[in-house]
């Protein structure tokens, strides 16, 4: 039977939080006290009334915080600094409890008293604080994505304003987004900014920003300036259009640099505790085919400690590919659903390792192969995003056995890999 203890409900918030005592039965003690961040005396005067309260009913105290992202943080470090055993939950499991009244009340000080009252459960699932080295490459990771999502925005808006005043410039580069491109609207922002320009100026300029000979420009020129002469009848350009599509250029290149410096951090932490097994654990997972440093990083930062996991359903809820079911009485749903309620950020890279795992080469070889028929097979039967997600939880039982066994990817059959079990099976029963 588990000892008895005392439950501490911690609300956090950006700069200050509520903290509330529970009894094992289940009986508050006192009202909630307000803990400033910003104030040392505060802080430790938390620790006091958590150490009276243990005092006074011979029950050693453990600390509850809701996840916050960031917010916990440096509170948890706090209470975990002053000898106090701290845990942390899935807000998940808090919101579920959330109403234990029928009155429909919210409010920080409520909160931290439910939070006290939920902690009571010993069969309470709880995260571990990951180490530093962890979280500062979780930084870094979350901060690269944060860019790129902000540069697609940016990008988006460029061609929304593209579509609107030039859309015939959208067919002249393979992308809107090419150096070339970018140096040509940046000059020539305009369709009649175009038709007013030099044209051999305009070909020199293309070749030097694409590093191509003048030559081979050409006809990308007079394509170019045929688009322009057709923006005059389909197409409506207005005063800022010019204004707006120089700004969104300089965002979207200030976003590259800007993730480019951030990729250029995270191999540079890598680099200085290459000794590391959680950095060892990211080159483990960097020879799985279609997954370079950033992927295998990414989903390191997102497991953070491999060890809590011993079966990989454990893995599949933790990303979110657990399937949602919908029973009650005699209804059983049939339209089954990814939860997605696990990190969104390496259900991204999942999904990309996905991809990469069903394409094929140039030559039309698929890249790899027994994946490549798995979703084939899945396609006859299935839509095609169902087949990927099938796809994404085989991914997913790759990572977690190269995770397991300490081992580099291999391609091997279904047919080598049952041979391989039975094997291991014979030896275990001799």
Same mark, same amino acid.
């Given at each position: 039977?588990?000892?008895?203890?005392?439950?501490?409900?911690? *609300? $956090?918030?950006? *700069?200050?939080?509520?903290?509330?005592?529970?009894?094992?039965?289940?009986?508050?003690?006192?009202?909630?006290?307000?803990?400033?961040?910003?104030?040392?005396?505060?802080? &430790?005067?938390?620790?006091?009334?958590?150490?009276?309260?243990?005092?006074?009913?011979?029950?050693?105290?453990?600390?509850?915080?809701?996840?916050?992202?960031?917010?916990?943080?440096?509170?948890?470090?706090?209470?975990? !600094?002053?000898?106090?055993?701290?845990?942390? #939950?899935?807000?998940?499991?808090?919101?579920?409890?959330?109403?234990?009244?029928?009155?429909?009340?919210?409010?920080?000080?409520?909160?931290?008293?439910?939070?006290?009252?939920?902690?009571?459960?010993?069969?309470?699932?709880?995260?571990?604080?990951?180490?530093?080295?962890?979280?500062?490459?979780?930084?870094?990771?979350?901060?690269?994505?944060?860019?790129?999502?902000?540069?697609?925005?940016?990008?988006?808006?460029?061609?929304? $304003?593209?579509?609107?005043?030039?859309?015939?410039?959208?067919?002249?580069?393979?992308?809107?987004? !090419?150096? @070339?491109?970018?140096?040509?609207?940046?000059?020539?922002?305009?369709?009649?900014?175009?038709?007013?320009?030099?044209? *051999? $100026?305009?070909?020199?300029?293309?070749?030097?920003?694409?590093?191509?000979?003048? &030559? !081979?420009?050409?006809?990308?020129?007079?394509?170019?300036?045929?688009?322009?002469?057709?923006?005059?009848?389909?197409?409506?350009?207005?005063?800022?259009?010019?204004?707006?599509?120089?700004?969104?250029?300089?965002?979207?290149?200030?976003?590259?640099?800007?993730?480019?410096? %951030?990729?250029?951090?995270?191999?540079?932490?890598?680099?200085?505790?290459?000794?590391?097994?959680?950095?060892?654990? #990211?080159?483990?997972?960097?020879?799985?085919?279609?997954?370079?440093?950033?992927?295998?990083? !990414?989903?390191?930062?997102?497991?953070?400690?491999?060890? %809590?996991?011993?079966?990989?359903?454990?893995?599949?809820?933790?990303?979110?590919?657990?399937?949602?079911?919908?029973?009650?009485?005699?209804?059983?749903?049939?339209?089954?659903?990814?939860?997605?309620?696990? &990190?969104?950020?390496?259900?991204? #890279?999942?999904?990309?390792?996905?991809?990469?795992?069903?394409?094929?080469?140039?030559?039309?070889?698929?890249?790899?192969?027994?994946?490549? @028929?798995?979703?084939?097979?899945?396609?006859?039967?299935?839509?095609?995003?169902?087949?990927?997600?099938?796809?994404?939880?085989? $991914?997913?039982?790759?990572?977690? @056995?190269?995770?397991?066994?300490?081992?580099?990817?291999?391609?091997?059959?279904?047919?080598?890999?049952?041979?391989?079990?039975?094997?291991?099976?014979?030896?275990?029963?001799?």
């Amino acid at each position: 039977m588990t000892k008895p203890f005392l439950s501490v409900g911690v *609300d $956090v918030g950006a *700069d200050f939080s509520y903290m509330s005592i529970a009894l094992p039965s289940h009986e508050l003690v006192g009202k909630p006290f307000k803990i400033v961040h910003s104030d040392p005396k505060s802080l &430790s005067l938390a620790v006091s009334v958590i150490r009276k309260a243990e005092a006074a009913n011979a029950l050693n105290a453990r600390v509850v915080f809701e996840s916050t992202g960031i917010y916990h943080i440096p509170l948890f470090c706090y209470m975990e !600094t002053a000898g106090l055993e701290a845990i942390v #939950i899935n807000p998940l499991l808090s919101h579920s409890g959330r109403n234990f009244n029928i009155r429909k009340v919210h409010s920080d000080k409520m909160d931290s008293r439910k939070l006290a009252l939920l902690g009571l459960n010993p069969r309470l699932k709880t995260s571990i604080m990951p180490v530093e080295l962890v979280l500062n490459l979780r930084g870094l990771v979350r901060e690269y994505f944060n860019l790129v999502d902000n540069r697609a925005a940016y990008t988006n808006r460029l061609l929304g $304003v593209l579509r609107e005043a030039f859309p015939q410039y959208l067919g002249v580069f393979s992308k809107v987004t !090419t150096v @070339a491109s970018f140096a040509i609207l940046e000059k020539y922002a305009l369709p009649e900014n175009i038709l007013a320009a030099n044209p *051999d $100026v305009l070909v020199e300029e293309i070749a030097k920003a694409a590093r191509r000979k003048v &030559s !081979t420009i050409i006809p990308q020129r007079d394509k170019l300036v045929a688009a322009a002469k057709d923006a005059q009848s389909f197409g409506h350009a207005l005063d800022c259009h010019a204004s707006l599509i120089r700004l969104y250029i300089s965002f979207i290149k200030r976003f590259d640099e800007s993730a480019k410096d %951030v990729l250029r951090q995270m191999k540079a932490l890598a680099r200085a505790n290459e000794n590391e097994p959680f950095i060892q654990q #990211i080159h483990l997972l960097e020879t799985y085919r279609g997954a370079g440093f950033l992927s295998a990083a !990414t989903l390191m930062a997102e497991i953070g400690d491999f060890s %809590v996991f011993q079966k990989p359903k454990q893995l599949f809820a933790f990303f979110g590919l657990d399937p949602e079911v919908k029973q009650s009485g005699n209804f059983q749903g049939t339209r089954v659903k990814m939860s997605k309620r696990g &990190s969104g950020l390496a259900r991204r #890279i999942l999904y990309i390792m996905a991809l990469q795992s069903v394409a094929t080469h140039r030559d039309g070889s698929p890249k790899n192969p027994v994946l490549h @028929a798995y979703y084939l097979e899945k396609c006859r039967s299935k839509a095609k995003n169902v087949a990927l997600g099938a796809i994404m939880h085989k $991914v997913c039982n790759i990572v977690f @056995a190269m995770l397991r066994d300490s081992k580099p990817f291999e391609m091997i059959s279904p047919e080598e890999h049952r041979r391989r079990y039975d094997e291991i099976r014979e030896n275990a029963a001799a």
